[in-house]
Every structure is written in C-alpha cells, then in structure tokens.
C-alpha cells in the first residue's frame, strides 16, 4: 500500500508547471468516437483517469497510443457498443462515450455509474436530453441502453448546467439531422474546449461558453489535431500550496481567465495574485484574512476547489463560511482536517470554520480525488508529520504532485508500507 507522507513547515518557492486539464481531456477523448480516423491530441496528463479513458476505447474497438504528452486514437475500427461495469464503475466519465456511440453506431450500452463519495449523481439530465434526441432508452441489469438509427435535432432545456450532460448532449447532437440547442448549458472552459475540438473535427457548434449552445448536425466528422487546455483545477490547488505556506510560487501553463471566481476571492482574502506572460504569480506574505465561499456551476466557485479552499480557511484567523451546492456529500475532508486539529462545523449544505493557529500533523484518510488535495495541502502547513492513506485518488487528477511539490521546496514522500 503505498502512502504520502509530509513534514509540514516548509515555504513553499519556485516555478511549477500546470499539466493538460484531466476534465477536458476526457470528453475529447470521448468525442474521437464520432468519427472514423486518427487523431491526435497533445498537453495529455499522464493520470489515472486518462488511462481509465484508454481502456474505455480499446474495449471499444479503438486503437490508442501513448507518446509522452501526446496520444494518438485511431477509431477505425469501432464497432462494439458495450462499455462495462468494471470500466464504469472505477470512472463515472466513461459515461460520456454514450453520446458518442449513439450518434455514430447508432446503438450504446453502458453501465450506470452509480454513485460515489461526493454523492448520488444521477445520469437523468443525459438521458432526457438523448431521448428529445428522438433516442429509446431503456435500463436492465444495471445499464442503460440506446437504440436510433439517426437523431433528429432537438430543443433540450436542462434543469440543471450539467457539464457531464452537456458534454454528451453536444457531441450526440453534432452528427444529429438539423439543428440542436442546448438551453441552461453549462459554461466551463472544459466544455468550450470540447466544442473547439468538435469544431476542428467538421462540426457546427455555436454558443459554448454560453447558456444556449446551438448546433447544426453534420454528416461526418474527421480525425484532426488538438491540443488540451491547462488544467484549472490543479493550477487552483498550487495557489492554495503558495497561500497556504506563505510562499513564492510561479505557474507556468496556467490560464488566470479560467481561475477568476477562485482568485477573486483569495485577493479578497489578501493573497497577491499576478498574471504575467501566460504564467500566475502568487505571493502570500501579509495576513490572510478569513473569507465566505459558496460553489456554483461555472463562472461561479468551482466545487472542485472548496475542500483545498477550507484546507486555507483552516489556519486562517476569524470565521468563513462554505456552501456547497453542486454536490450533496461533499464535506468528507471534513472529518479529516478535524482530526489534524481543526475547528469546523458542519450544518446541512454549509461549513462553519473558525481558523486555528496551527494544524497538527496526523494519520489521515483520502476519500476522493479533491478530498485528496486539501488533506496535502492541510500537511504542508501542519505541525509534524501528516501521513495520508487511499492516495490513489490522486492519481486520477494531479500528475506527479509529489515530484512537483518537492521540487517547490515541500517535504513529501510517497512511500509503500
Ligand atoms: C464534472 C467534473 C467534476 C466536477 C463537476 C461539477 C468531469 C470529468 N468532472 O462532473 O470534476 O466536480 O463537473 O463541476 O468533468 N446531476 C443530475 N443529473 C444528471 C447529471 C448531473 O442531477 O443527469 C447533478 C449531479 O448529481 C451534481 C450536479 O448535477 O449534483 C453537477 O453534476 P455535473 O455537472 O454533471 O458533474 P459531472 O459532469 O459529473
């Protein structure tokens, strides 16, 4: 079993790059389905999740292969509809080849996902939108299949901006006859991405980034080259690793445009963040002051960044609160950071800190890939030894953090007990 183990203390100072976004990444993996060709994508993170996504497609019947950042997916020979429950159920995005393989095959069946630490996350908003689609849905044995020779274009509101269901939604749509609008679309730069690429592929897709995401059905899409964007979420998480420790710390990669409800508020907060020549400067030398966050779908506080976020708020001085409502059952940190010392109050969807001096160095768990980060990120401030079991979540979604901490000055091992 291998663990992580921090001796907190250190500033953290130097240059650290942002990899490719694990988020964009798989929906474009996803989306080399609706076509018949070679494609090759690049700025790849080499993560769990990615590899996950690989497995998805070769059991497909598509070719893939890894060069360092690069990965080349042949679809050729795409034939099989089937994504299974070992598959699935390890990663709830293998769920987006379903809109894939229905617009292109005609036909998908795929494991339900289930849930997870963070909540039930239901698929509903997909299915309703593939059935305006004009697709039959139907469930057994804990899949859920599709069946449509041609989708017609259709006027699908969500109840609620999924990025998921509009990442699935889109892409079926892209090979659908006529037009589709997506209304109460999300807006996240992962699903602008995902439309820039569907875009380079042949498709016609206005409005990503927006409410209404209109799309004319196309008869094909070709294989073509694309490179990811940065991953927000990571380059959010090193901020925190600068604030937190009081540190020095510049991102190379990172984009600031896709970071701004989160460096709003740490400038609220009294953390110095610059952007200078496509990189990120973050200073944290004066005070910090305790600030509220409540997450929301994009433009708004990204749920991915609340457990780090509370990590900071931990050892900041006077009260803050943090509202969750993206998820139902995202507050499994909290318990751990509790047991480094610090004072937070759960009441329903809301977190209650009151800042302490100091965390103390503890034996902790991880519950899920985010989860994961604040309890790093709580260890590099504690006192002592942090030592955090279940690291694997963080293989999912933070290339080499290990290697780039320490390389930033932190004191962090992996090692097998
Ligand atoms: C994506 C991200 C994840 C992030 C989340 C919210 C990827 C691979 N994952 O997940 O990191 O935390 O966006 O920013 O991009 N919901 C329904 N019915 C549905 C679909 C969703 O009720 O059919 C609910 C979910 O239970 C959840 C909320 O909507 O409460 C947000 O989910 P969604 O935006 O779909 O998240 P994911 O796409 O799963």
Request: proline fraction near 3%; hydrophobic fraction near 40%; glycine fraction near 10%.
């Amino acid at each position: 079993m291998e663990r992580i183990i921090i001796t907190g203390g250190e500033r953290l100072k130097g240059r650290v790059g942002i990899s490719g976004s694990k988020n964009a990444a798989l929906p474009i993996m996803a989306a080399t389905l609706l076509t018949n060709g070679v494609t090759t994508l690049s700025n790849i993170p080499r993560l769990k999740d990615v590899t996950t996504m690989a497995r998805v497609l070769r059991t497909l019947g598509a070719k893939v292969e890894f060069r360092e950042r690069e990965l080349k997916i042949d679809t050729t020979n795409v034939d099989r509809f089937l994504a299974p429950y070992n598959l699935v159920k390890t990663m709830r995005a293998s769920f987006l080849v379903f809109g894939p393989l229905l617009a292109k095959l005609g036909r998908a069946r795929v494991s339900l996902p289930g849930g997870c630490a963070i909540g039930s996350r239901p698929v509903d908003l997909h299915l309703r939108g593939f059935k305006e689609l004009g697709a039959e849905v139907s469930m057994g044995g804990g899949y859920t299949q599709v069946k449509r020779d041609g989708l017609i274009g259709a006027e699908i509101y969500l109840d609620f901006p999924s990025v998921g269901a509009t990442e699935n939604l889109m892409m079926a749509a892209t090979l659908a006859k006529g037009k589709t609008t997506i209304e109460n679309a999300a807006k996240e730069p992962e699903i602008v991405d995902l439309a820039n690429f569907l875009n380079k592929m042949g498709a016609r897709i206005k409005g990503a980034g927006t409410d209404t995401i209109r799309t004319i059905g196309v008869k094909e899409l070709k294989g073509t080259d694309y490179s990811i964007i940065s991953d927000r979420i990571e380059a959010g998480t090193y901020i925190i690793a600068s604030a937190i420790t009081k540190g020095d710390i510049i991102l190379e990669g990172a984009k600031i445009d896709h970071l701004e409800s989160l460096v709003t508020k740490l400038h609220e907060a009294g953390v110095e963040i610059k952007d200078e020549e496509g990189a990120i400067k973050v200073k944290a030398r004066r005070r910090i002051k305790a600030v509220d966050v409540k997450t929301m779908p994009y433009p708004g506080f990204p749920t991915d960044m609340q457990a780090q976020f509370m990590a900071l708020m931990s050892i900041t001085p006077g009260m803050s609160m943090i509202t969750e409502t993206v998820f139902e059952n995202r507050f499994m940190h909290v318990s751990e950071l509790l047991r480094m010392g610090a004072d937070i109050k759960i009441e329903g969807s809301r977190a209650v800190i009151k800042g302490i001096r100091s965390l103390s160095g503890a034996p902790v768990m991880a519950t899920d890939l985010r989860a994961s980060a604040a309890l790093i990120l709580a260890g590099l401030v504690a006192e002592g030894k942090t030592e955090i079991s279940r690291i694997y979540h963080l293989d999912r979604g933070y290339e080499r953090i290990v290697e780039k901490l320490s390389n930033l000055g932190a004191k962090i091992e992996r090692v097998t007990v």
